[in-house]
Every structure is written in C-alpha cells, then in structure tokens.
C-alpha cells in the first residue's frame, strides 16, 4: 500500500491502521498502477474516519475491505449514471486531444464559459483547425492568459524539467499544516456515525472537493454545499457526488453576512477553487484561523498554492495531459491517452476527506487551527513514480449500481458507496437538488 502510507505519514494517521485493510482490484487497463491508487484512497479514507471514532470513544474498528467492483464503479461513476434512465451528455465536443502544429494539446471546455474562451481564443468554431495554427506551448500560454483552458502535452521528462514540477516534487503527497494557534474544541453529541454533528462548508465544485465532501457527509457530517447563483453548475454532475449533502445559493460579496454565520457555526471549510480565487473574500487558512480559531480548512486544487503556475486553472483531464500521463498511456508512442478513470480527482477526493478526518481528531486532541491540501499534479507525479504494470488487463463489466429517487426530482442510478469504515451505511442518502435547501445550518451547535 504504497500511496497509502505515503498519505498516512502525511497526515498523521498511525500506519497501522492500515495493516487491517485487504481489497479485490478494480480491473483497468492502464501501464500506470492506478488500481493501487484507487484502493489505498479509498482505503485511507476508511481507515481515517475509523480513527476518528476511536478517538470519539467507540470501539476500534475490524478489518477493512474495499470492493474493487464498486471502487470501478464509483471512480467511473460517469459510466454508471443515469437520469431518468437517460445517460447524460459529460464531454463538450470541444474537449479533447487536438494536434497542433508542433505536437499535441488536451482542451476542456465542459462548461460554457470555458467553451466561450476557447471560442474567442482560436478566432473559429472549429477547434481542430484553430489548434493546428499555434505551437502547443503558445497556444497553452495564450489560454493561461485569456481563462480558456488548453494545456500542452509532455513526456514525463518535460514536466519534471519544468519549474513547477520541481517545486511539487518538494511537498509531500498531502500537505498538513497548522495555520494558528486555538483551543481545542469539543466533539459535539454522539451520534451514529463517526462524523455525526461535525458541520462541513462545502466551496467545491466538478469531482474531486466533491468526492471529499460526499465522503465525510457518508460518515455522518452535516455538508452544506454552497454555490454563487451566477455560476451553475451541471445537474448530473451534481447528482453524481452530492448524495448526503444540501445545496444553497449564496453570493459571498452580496451576502457576506449570511456566509460568516456559516462560517462562525462551521467545523470544516472545504475549498476547490483556485488557490488565490477566495482570497479577497477573507478564505485564505491564515485570514481564517484569526477570525475562527480551530476551524478546519481544507483545500484541494490542480496545481497547489505554491510554484509558477499556483495560479492557473485546471481539471484532471488536463493534469494527465501536462504531466506525461497522457503520453505514458499512449497505444502508438506518438497519440497521447488517458487513465481509464479520471482518477487523479477520485483518489484526490478521498485522500481529501482522510486529511479532514485525521486533522478533526488532531485538533479535538491537541488545538490548533489546522489546513489540509491535495494538488492533483502532486498525486500525478506520484502515480508517475511508482513502478509501471501491465496495461493487459480486461476491462470491467457490470458494474454495481444503485437507484435512489432525489427528493422531488428524477430517479438516479448512480454508483455504491465504497467506504469501508466500521459501520458504514450500504446505501448514500440521496442527493439534493441544485440549489434548493437554505444558507442555513440544519443542527444546533
């Protein structure tokens, strides 16, 4: 279980814990060992939140064991969602791989904003031709520039060059730190689960601050998802990771009032934005800390908060592609590829919600105000570094799922929880829809 020893050191966690986990592989077909990744996530995650009940009082947890065929599932949930029966539409037909004229570029444009730059960038509807004008690195430079999303393919060797890379390579795989002193706060009322009364503010958006929050939720947190009103977010993609949570509307210049109530109630704040985006709203963990010791923060994001590119934009898709993952799951040598999940964001959203549950039961013990954080492009040169595996495996069929109705909307089949934590609910509660609940907690402190 090497990745999850390395985020066990990381974070805290005794390694032993570890020791009680086995676990059936998923089967993908991949030259990187991206089933390890997937399980040891999953595995820290459970075996985290089993510390925090121990330290809550409950008897310590048995042996814990991951289900490769739900962890298949859950890490291409894509696959498995379905809306009314119906399968949603997940990739813009303008993201994708494009060659350029010196070699490759991997866009995103899902949202349409993105879509909109990309446009306005190219000069032309026509992706394909608009790409093959520019020289990769140009075309990436112009998009950093204009908010349009375009990275340039590299080899393993080109990223590690690069400035950025090398900073990276300097952090651990998750960052955890103290960003002031406090008190320790008190563990609210037992309840049936480990997390049960923790209250969890959820800034995140896309998969994997998603993931985190939906992890910590399954274990019993009250999340509230909050969400500006001018920015929609996808209803599948909502519906894929929000099970557990409630979702408000809430604009945190207009209503700032509103969000340090939340704040001031709040247990965790977890973030998924760019590292510098919630700056000027008082959300860096230092500014925080002041304002409400003991909280603690969290923050996931593609390139880090530290290093040339702290401030760029990012998805996974794109992470694969800067780094040489692409290039390393290539069929030809020359086409570049993809993992068969999109499994930077999935393992980054359960080592997420492992650092949060280990810093809770840090700071319930010792003080502090503590922050956690994940970089994708850090969990990417991890997976780079691990030895390689043979791509030959089959690919897998079917996949576990569940049906869950979401309360005054559509029918949902989605994929089964995956945690493993002593007395871990077999089914999620069901999802809210966008938007619908109040900016408001639910429990009493």
Same mark, same amino acid.
């Given at each position: 279980m090497t990745f999850a020893r390395a985020a066990a050191a990381a974070i805290g966690l005794p390694s032993e814990l570890l020791d009680r986990v086995g676990a059936s592989r998923p089967a993908w077909?991949?030259?990187?060992?991206?089933?390890?990744?997937?399980?040891?996530?999953?595995?820290?995650?459970?075996?985290?939140?089993?510390?925090?009940?121990?330290?809550?009082?409950?008897?310590?947890?048995g042996d814990v064991r991951i289900d490769g065929a739900a962890v298949a599932a859950s890490f291409g949930s894509d696959k498995v969602l379905r809306i009314d029966g119906a399968t949603p539409d997940v990739w813009s037909p303008l993201s994708g791989f494009w060659r350029a004229a010196d070699g490759w570029v991997r866009t995103h444009a899902n949202y349409p904003h993105h879509a909109a730059r990309l446009r306005a960038l190219l000069g032309t509807d026509d992706v394909a031709r608009g790409v093959a004008r520019w020289p990769a690195l140009e075309l990436e430079q112009a998009a950093i520039e204009s908010g349009a999303i375009v990275a340039a393919v590299r080899d393993e060797a080109r990223w590690r060059a690069h400035p950025h890379a090398q900073a990276l390579a300097e952090l651990p795989l998750i960052t955890a730190t103290s960003a002031g002193d406090a008190a320790a706060r008190s563990w609210p009322a037992q309840g049936p689960l480990p997390l049960?009364?923790?209250r969890v503010l959820d800034l995140t958006r896309v998969i994997a601050g998603?993931?985190?929050?939906?992890?910590?939720?399954?274990?019993?947190?009250?999340?509230l998802r909050i969400d500006a009103p001018g920015l929609p977010e996808f209803a599948w993609q909502h519906l894929d990771t929000g099970h557990g949570k409630r979702s408000a509307l809430l604009d945190l210049a207009a209503d700032r009032e509103a969000f340090e109530r939340l704040l001031a109630g709040a247990d965790v704040l977890v973030t998924g934005y760019r590292p510098?985006?919630? &700056?000027?709203?008082?959300?860096?963990?230092?500014?925080?800390?002041?304002?409400? !010791?003991?909280? $603690?923060t969290a923050r996931i994001s593609a390139w880090g908060s530290e290093g040339p590119w702290a401030h760029r934009r990012g998805f996974d898709s794109i992470v694969q592609a800067t780094t040489g993952i692409a290039m390393r799951e290539s069929r030809d040598g020359e086409t570049p590829g993809a993992l068969p999940v999109q499994a930077l964001d999935h393992a980054s959203g359960h080592l997420l919600a492992a650092a949060v549950a280990a810093a809770l039961a840090?700071?319930?013990a010792a003080g502090g105000s503590p922050h956690v954080e994940i970089v994708l492009a850090r969990v990417a040169q991890e997976l780079l570094? &691990?030895?390689?595996?043979?791509?030959?495996?089959?690919?897998?069929?079917?996949? !576990?799922?569940? $049906?869950?109705?979401?309360?005054g909307g559509p029918l949902l089949t989605h994929a089964p929880p995956i945690l493993a934590f002593?007395?871990?609910?077999?089914?999620?509660a069901p999802p809210r829809p966008w938007g619908a609940d109040p900016a408001e907690w639910r429990t009493a402190p």
């Open positions: 077909s991949s030259t990187l060992p991206v089933a390890d990744l997937a399980i040891d996530a999953v595995a820290v995650a459970s075996v985290a939140i089993d510390h925090v009940a121990a330290s809550r009082g409950s008897a310590p947890g049960s009364g923790v998603p993931v985190a929050t939906r992890d910590l939720a399954h274990a019993g947190a009250e999340v510098d985006a919630l &700056a000027r709203f008082g959300l860096d963990p230092a500014d925080l800390a002041e304002r409400r !010791p003991g909280l $603690v840090r700071q319930r570094a &691990a030895p390689p595996t043979d791509r030959r495996e089959p690919a897998e069929t079917g996949l !576990p799922s569940h $049906v869950t109705r979401v309360p002593a007395g871990a609910p077999d089914r999620f």
